[in-house]
Every structure is written in structure tokens, then in C-alpha cells.
């Protein structure tokens, strides 16, 4: 089993930023990605950004060249800055871990979520 446990949502206006941090604990090694999800009211869970141990990173086309994933590997921590925000990135936030294949993100381990609010 992985353990995530998510930090650093919050209440931003629009064009404002947040960085979410995520700590990952237990079973590291069985996994080789992390990434995020969001659930927005109403919409489907969208996979926002994922990183894979060797560095390889894709990101949700409404986020891109917004928001950020970075690793801290020695930490075991993975972080989403997210800079020009929007409302519509107001969400619930979930950390998640799990393996790269064949180019996907395949997530196993999802934190507890953190809320995300950006108000005009």
C-alpha cells in the first residue's frame, strides 16, 4: 500500500497561485508515477498532470502552461504549482500514485483530496 497525504489548497483569486504539495509513504518503490486529478462540480474526474520516476511529465491540455509538476524524490514528494488561475480550476484536487505505461498514467493510490478555490 502507498499512503498520499495532500497539503496546500486553498481560497486564491483569479490569475493568483497555489502550489499543493503531496507526501507519499509505505509501498514507494511498487510504484513508478505520481500525479493529480481534480473533480470539478458536476464534471467528470480529469487527470490534471502525472510525472514518471525518469522524469517524464504530460498535462491536461486546459492546464498547460499553467500549472506545473515537479518531484522531490529524496522527499518523496510530489508538487503541483498552478500559477494564472482560473475559476474554472476550482476543484477538489487528489494526489495520486501509480505506474507509467506505454506512455499512460495508470494510478493505484489516490490521497484524501484537497479543495481548491479560485474566486473572481
Known amino acids: 500500500q502507498v499512503q498520499l497525504v495532500e497539503s496546500g489548497g486553498g481560497l486564491v483569486q483569479v490569475g493568483g497561485s497555489l502550489r499543493l504539495s503531496c507526501a507519499a509513504s509505505?509501498?514507494?518503490?511498487?510504484?513508478?508515477?505520481m500525479g493529480w486529478d481534480r473533480q470539478r462540480d458536476g464534471k467528470q474526474r480529469e487527470l490534471v498532470a502525472s510525472?514518471?520516476?525518469?522524469?517524464?511529465?504530460r498535462y491536461a491540455d486546459s492546464v498547460k502552461g499553467r500549472f506545473t509538476i515537479s518531484r522531490d524524490k529524496d522527499k518523496n514528494t510530489v508538487y503541483l504549482e498552478m500559477n494564472s488561475l482560473k475559476e474554472e480550476d476550482t476543484a477538489v484536487y487528489y494526489c495520486?500514485?501509480?505506474?507509467?505505461?506505454?506512455?499512460?498514467?495508470?494510478?493505484?493510490?489516490w490521497g484524501q483530496g484537497t479543495q481548491v478555490t479560485v474566486s473572481s
Open positions: 510525472m514518471t520516476n525518469g522524469g517524464s511529465t
Open positions: 509505505g509501498k514507494i518503490r511498487s510504484i513508478n508515477a
Open positions: 495520486n500514485a501509480g505506474w507509467g505505461v506505454h506512455g499512460d498514467h495508470i494510478p493505484g493510490y
